[in-house]
């Protein structure tokens, strides 16, 4: 069978995978419905505007909030903290739950001073959560409203019973990349092309660390040079890390093979401008191939590429879907593929979601291949960690053994709003997770 690159299929494998995009934001909500799902917008780590004007930062925010998961996601606790000198004090310290009974929220609070108060309130909709306060007199001190200007960005203002404003404050997330969580771009597709700058600047206060693309072509990233998207992920600081890339086996005459690898030289170089630390290649010929010497010439390519990654110092990496599974000559593509290139030039992105849904263990191959699995695709068949098929858990249990440097959530299949859904990922992983 003859293999030669060509705009079609490159053309193909996009239209396929916008198509799955697609598909996938189809059956978006475009609302949460749930109380206690409106809830985990507030979660993670918040820091105060300037002032309640605007969502710039200064250098030393006045007041830092850190909200963290409890009982199944139901409730959270939320510890504030206010700048004095050199130093943040706590203020203020509450616990706000899901009550099921009523379904309302409650806080029990107790401010710096001694006072306690227990509010109860609710989410009237997607963004907007009022919260009533009193003192345990019984009496009416405060309503503080919550408005979510987006999953980043939130309002809130404190009236006593007369409705004079008492305080206002801006909150801007700023959740911590000490666990150094990536994300891959086919989750936020649409919202790329729309407003790249806007998309990253979320990212980045959501604590994703680095990015994955999956759109080079014409030696560009969403239209842009090499070093100006470097610059743009850079400029909302964050890592341009990895990126898929797409260029089929070559026919085996030595001019395609010629053309190919120049067509390599080029992109690693790109890369390699862009600060990008690995490549990884996907396959989706695989259907085509019925025969072991076919899938030698694919082990020879990837050594190759993986060859002239290493001389650039960047790491090349294999990526799978479902096919691999499927055996050829008694023998599984995907065990051939880890068996038949070399480790010092092909690492593989064990993409967890198709291994699941392939009827594969992931932790039988970390443990047969140690040390060849330097990323991870972290995506699940709903939100991250949401079906309940999925034991992420136990995986990462085995992140030493299989070498992984690089996890990276994906999410495809959205029962939410996306920006929601981007940012549930981030808490699972970070706070259930790593």
Request: with cysteine; net charge neutral; glycine share 6%.
């Amino acid at each position: 069978m003859t293999y030669n690159f060509s705009i079609q299929r490159f053309t193909n494998k996009i239209i396929l995978l916008l198509i799955l995009i697609g598909t996938s934001t189809v059956f978006a909500q475009t609302s949460v419905p749930k109380q206690s799902d409106r809830l985990q917008q507030y979660l993670g780590f918040w820091v105060s505007s300037i002032d309640h004007t605007t969502d710039s930062i200064g250098k030393t925010p006045l007041i830092k909030m850190n909200n963290y998961p409890k009982i199944n996601n139901t409730a959270m606790s939320v510890d504030v903290f206010q700048k004095d000198g050199k130093t943040y004090n706590y203020t203020l310290t509450e616990l706000i739950g899901y009550d099921t009974k009523t379904d309302s929220i409650f806080a029990l609070g107790k401010s710096v001073q001694g006072d306690m108060f227990l509010g109860k309130g609710g989410f009237t909709s997607d963004t907007d959560w009022i919260m009533k306060d009193r003192d345990f007199t019984g009496k009416e001190t405060m309503t503080v409203t919550f408005d979510f200007k987006n999953q980043t960005d939130v309002h809130l203002k404190g009236v006593n019973p007369q409705n004079e404003i008492l305080w206002q404050t801006r909150y801007i997330k700023k959740n911590p990349k000490d666990k150094n969580i990536g994300i891959q771009l086919v989750s936020v597709h649409e919202q790329m092309q729309q407003n790249p700058k806007e998309t990253l600047k979320y990212l980045d206060r959501m604590g994703y660390s680095y990015i994955e693309t999956f759109v080079y072509k014409d030696r560009s990233f969403y239209g842009l040079s090499p070093l100006d998207f470097k610059k743009l992920v850079e400029d909302n600081n964050l890592k341009f890390t990895g990126s898929m890339t797409f260029y089929d086996l070559p026919s085996e005459d030595k001019q395609a093979w010629k053309k190919a690898m120049q067509w390599w030289q080029e992109c690693i170089e790109d890369h390699k401008q862009a600060g990008v630390e690995y490549l990884t290649i996907s396959n989706n010929q695989i259907k085509e191939i019925t025969t072991l010497s076919e899938l030698k010439r694919y082990a020879e390519y990837y050594n190759a590429i993986g060859k002239l990654c290493k001389e650039r110092g960047i790491r090349f990496a294999y990526h799978n879907h479902s096919d691999e599974f499927k055996t050829i000559e008694n023998k599984v593509v995907y065990d051939y593929f880890l068996e038949n290139t070399d480790p010092e030039y092909v690492s593989f992105q064990a993409d967890l979601y198709w291994m699941h849904f392939s009827k594969v263990d992931p932790i039988d191959y970390f443990k047969r291949y140690e040390n060849r699995f330097i990323s991870w695709h972290v995506k699940d068949y709903e939100e991250l960690g949401q079906s309940g098929k999925m034991d992420f858990e136990l995986y990462f249990t085995y992140a030493k053994a299989a070498g992984l440097k690089y996890t990276v959530a994906e999410v495809e299949a959205f029962n939410y709003p996306v920006w929601y859904s981007i940012n549930s990922a981030w808490n699972y992983l970070y706070f259930n997770i790593l």
